[in-house]
């Protein structure tokens, strides 16, 4: 089997969670700071302790003080959908001078290469 299939196939099985700590390790390794909200299951269903607007915000906060960068980032499975709250948030970046980044599993070639500043 060709390795880009693989890599496809790889890409669909992956679930957010595991792409989400693969970037981490990645940026990490890269020299990246990062800020995760991590949600916890309750009684309730799901929840992230935060205040404010937090509903639909970004998962990761990345910052390269090498590069001199800011990164805010939404991660998806590749079946994964943004919310109505999640793109009001990536709009409100937008215009607010940042270009807010949506990831998925089949970007990860891509990812490395941004993250290095290629």
Known sequence: MPIAELRAREARAMTEAAFTARVIVLAHELGWKVVHFRPARTAKGWRTPCEGDAEGWVDLILISVKQKRTLFVELKSE????????????????????????????????????????
């Open 79 to 118: 079946k994964g959908h943004i919310t109505p709250a999640q793109e009001e948030w990536l709009e409100t970046l937008r215009q607010a001078g940042e270009v807010p980044q949506v990831w998925r599993p089949s970007d990860f070639q891509y990812i490395c290469e941004f993250l290095k500043g290629e």
